[in-house]
Each structure stands twice: as C-alpha cells, then as structure tokens.
C-alpha cells in the first residue's frame, strides 16, 4: 500500500495572528487544505514568506494534492495535536485521518513568532 505524506510548512509573520490566536490558526490551516483540495498553489503559498514561495514549487505542491485529492474526496478528520516552540517559531500540528481507512497524515505548518 502506497504511504502518502502531506508536510506543510506555512511561514507567515506572527502578527497577523496577535488576536484570537487559536481560532486564527485554525482558519488558516482549514484554508491551506481547502487550496490543496483545489490545487490552487498560489492561493496555497499566498501567505506564505519568499522562502516558503521558493521551497514549494509548483510541480512538488502539484504532486502532493494529487496524492491526496481522492481521499479529500471521500471524506476527512482533521485533529489538532500540539503546538511546538522551535527555532523562534510556532509549530502546530494535526493529525488528518481518512474515511478510506488508510494511512493517516500528520500535517505541519510553521508560523514566525
């Protein structure tokens, strides 16, 4: 059985997200999946720095909502795990399980304090 693994590294500027922080982050991260489900990479790297623009090109963020599109499809659940402090960023992670019964995805998106 093919393992598939959506990692999704968001860098955007911490203020943004000053008030209401949870619920900020939280929207964020349901936009990023709704753009993967899309393949609208530019909406998808739209909040994201240069660097970030420059990492996720095109054709790999292309290759990876293609991966997933059909169990987005099916249906989803997305559970949110933990937040981490590393390198002067905030860490969040979820855990996205399908209703395909298949391998689970741990998603990951990083946003500069």
């Known amino acids: 059985m093919k393992?598939?693994?959506?990692?999704?590294?968001?860098?955007?500027?911490?203020?943004?997200?000053?008030?209401?922080?949870?619920?900020?982050?939280?929207?964020?991260?349901?936009?990023?999946?709704?753009?993967?489900?899309?393949?609208d990479y530019k909406g998808f790297v739209s909040n994201g720095t240069a660097e970030f623009k420059k990492v996720i090109t095109p054709k790999m963020f292309s290759d990876v909502s293609k991966q997933v599109l059909e169990r987005f499809k099916i249906g989803h659940e997305e559970v949110f795990l933990t937040t981490l402090r590393k390198g002067g960023h905030f860490v969040y992670l979820w855990k996205i399980s399908f209703k395909d019964n298949g391998d689970d995805i741990i998603a990951k998106m990083v946003l500069e304090k």
């Open 3 to 39: 393992k598939f693994l959506l990692l999704m590294l968001i860098i955007c500027s911490f203020d943004l997200f000053a008030e209401n922080l949870d619920k900020k982050v939280e929207n964020l991260f349901k936009e990023e999946i709704n753009f993967v489900v899309k393949d």
